[in-house]
């Protein structure tokens, strides 16, 4: 992970496009302002949304699981469910 300022990535915008896409290198871009931003390739960012992904269904899983033991579920038959299904 690289660390530089605005101004230099200005300068130098290919090189440091180069290395986010070719070298897997994540740059963050600090700003006077305080606002810094990361550059990283698409894929890097791709491969990040989904692991986010994946972790927020495992969540989910995780919630359901603790609810089915702290006994917070309803049991429904096939046709209890087809009948609301049905309203």
Do not use: H, P
């Amino acid at each position: 992970m690289l660390a530089i300022n605005y101004s230099t990535l200005r300068s130098n915008l290919k090189d440091y496009c180069d290395k986010a896409t070719d070298e897997n290198e994540t740059i963050i871009v600090t700003r006077k302002d305080g606002k810094s931003v990361v550059l990283m390739s698409l894929e890097q960012y791709n491969e990040f949304i989904r692991n986010m992904k994946n972790t927020e269904y495992l969540n989910k899983i995780d919630r359901a699981f603790k609810q089915l033991e702290d006994g917070k579920v309803a049991v429904k038959t096939i046709e209890e469910l087809e009948t609301m299904a049905s309203r």
